[in-house]
């Protein structure tokens, strides 16, 4: 089993998060915002990523905080449940389509911490969740865990389906990059490092 469990106190933030990536997708998510709970279970589930994650953040301000220092302490546990890397597949693609959406994002679990990000949100808020802090989670995310990111919106119009296709082509993506492969010899570089 590769797991991962990483807690992070903050003036701001208190959060506690466990992941096993060779789970079946079980999960058990209170962040205090609703609808960041919602995108996290659909994470767990497409990644079949056993994923718990408490958090208590200063809602009051704004949900900025709390969204971003999960994605800082997610990104580590799940770093740290890929271990030493050996065996991996290393690349991971899914497109997922949302009703009139399609969303597209390739991970490279590269040691290089890259995001390139290009999804264009209409809505600013979606319930206590400022949409904007999509780009915060997954750069927060990418930089902690060492992946390299690339998260495109194809085409849609629905903020809420866009970013549910997000989050579930991440998991899916993630989920084919962390998978073992018996035939590979150490890790899958040239460099003999990842």
Same mark, same amino acid.
């Given at each position: 089993m590769r797991y991962g469990e990483i807690t992070r106190k903050t003036g701001e933030t208190d959060i506690k998060v466990k992941i096993n990536i060779d789970g079946s997708g079980n999960s058990d998510?209170?962040?205090? #915002?609703?609808? /960041?709970?919602? =995108? /996290?279970t659909l994470? @767990?589930?497409?990644?079949?990523?056993?994923?718990d994650v408490k958090a208590k953040g200063d809602l009051y301000v704004d949900s900025h905080h709390t969204v971003e220092d999960i994605g800082i302490t &997610?990104?580590?546990?799940?770093?740290?449940?890929?271990?030493?890397?050996? @065996?991996?597949?290393? *690349?991971? #693609? @899914? +497109?997922? $389509?949302m009703d009139e959406t399609l969303v597209r994002v390739v991970a490279?679990? @590269?040691?290089? $911490?890259?995001? *390139? +990000?290009? =999804?264009? &949100?209409n809505a600013q808020v979606l319930g206590n969740f400022e949409t904007e802090t999509v780009e915060d989670f997954l750069r927060a995310f990418a930089l902690n865990s060492g992946i390299t990111l690339h998260v495109e919106l194809l085409h849609g119009k629905n903020t809420h389906h866009i970013i549910e296709a997000a989050f579930k082509a991440l998991g899916r993506a993630l989920d084919e990059a962390v998978k073992i492969d018996e035939r590979i010899n150490g890790v899958p570089s040239t460099k003999g490092i990842l």
């Amino acid at each position: 089993m590769r797991y991962g469990e990483i807690t992070r106190k903050t003036g701001e933030t208190d959060i506690k998060v466990k992941i096993n990536i060779d789970g079946s997708g079980n999960s058990d998510i209170d962040t205090g #915002v609703g609808f /960041l709970d919602h =995108m /996290l279970t659909l994470f @767990s589930k497409h990644g079949l990523f056993d994923l718990d994650v408490k958090a208590k953040g200063d809602l009051y301000v704004d949900s900025h905080h709390t969204v971003e220092d999960i994605g800082i302490t &997610l990104g580590q546990a799940f770093l740290k449940a890929i271990g030493d890397k050996k @065996s991996i597949k290393r *690349y991971g #693609v @899914s +497109y997922v $389509p949302m009703d009139e959406t399609l969303v597209r994002v390739v991970a490279d679990i @590269s040691g290089r $911490p890259y995001i *390139y +990000y290009d =999804m264009n &949100l209409n809505a600013q808020v979606l319930g206590n969740f400022e949409t904007e802090t999509v780009e915060d989670f997954l750069r927060a995310f990418a930089l902690n865990s060492g992946i390299t990111l690339h998260v495109e919106l194809l085409h849609g119009k629905n903020t809420h389906h866009i970013i549910e296709a997000a989050f579930k082509a991440l998991g899916r993506a993630l989920d084919e990059a962390v998978k073992i492969d018996e035939r590979i010899n150490g890790v899958p570089s040239t460099k003999g490092i990842l």
